[in-house]
């Protein structure tokens, strides 16, 4: 059970330290597959940047070396070798001691062995499995994917992680972020227009920008 004192507590800190209002989460690839997942592992401990630097530009450098078009073939992101997709992205970055590029390739071979090809094919619970085997990924990652795939969450990086556990006086894991802002998340929700759901990831990405930002 989520300690109520806790949530109290992160509470007040959301409404008096985060910038109102809020910066409206970007809304990820929800029909791209594809970017989803380079989105997902490429962000990892990296600068995300803005429409031509960071992550959004090495998908646009993969879209345009596909041939354009939408971003929603997992077969064909399956089918590359890290090698050249680590080329392709100019992305040479690691993770867990392993090219990103090398677990991109090995989540996408695991993912459409379990039948996942396109972006309206998730199935979080059935496919989750196949994405946290890889070495160098895990649930954290795998709700950013879930999250940038249209799926309401919150990701509990690195920088939410410090920000809450700055907040309570103590270290958290990012389980219990993601359970507390939950549950802040609810409080937050009663007589607001958007779900819980919804302003989970609204609050997750806040936090994560106010961290980021030093302030």
Request: proline content about 6%; hydrophobic content about 35%.
């Amino acid at each position: 059970m989520t300690p109520t004192r806790d949530v109290a507590t992160l509470q007040r800190a959301i409404e008096t330290k985060l910038p109102q209002p809020w910066t409206e989460w970007p809304g990820g690839w929800p029909d791209e597959v594809e970017a989803a997942l380079l989105d997902a592992v490429l962000s990892i401990r990296a600068r995300y940047g803005s429409e031509d630097t960071g992550v959004r530009r090495a998908i646009k450098r993969y879209r345009q070396g596909v041939g354009g078009g939408p971003l929603d073939d997992l077969p064909r992101l399956a089918s590359f070798d890290a090698n050249r997709l680590a080329e392709a992205l100019r992305n040479d970055q690691r993770t867990s001691g392993r090219p990103k590029a090398e677990a991109i390739v090995e989540a996408a071979k695991n993912l459409v062995h379990t039948g996942l090809r396109s972006a309206s094919e998730l199935e979080p619970e059935k496919h989750k499995p196949a994405y946290t085997r890889v070495h160098g990924l895990g649930w954290v990652t795998w709700e950013y994917f879930t999250m940038l795939l249209g799926r309401p969450g919150a990701k509990a990086d690195t920088w939410v992680v410090r920000w809450v556990s700055q907040q309570l006086s103590r270290d958290v894991s990012s389980k219990e972020v993601r359970s507390l802002l939950g549950a802040v998340a609810a409080q937050l929700s009663d007589g607001d227009s958007n779900s819980p759901h919804a302003l989970l990831t609204r609050l997750d990405h806040q936090i994560w920008r106010t961290a980021r930002s030093g302030k």
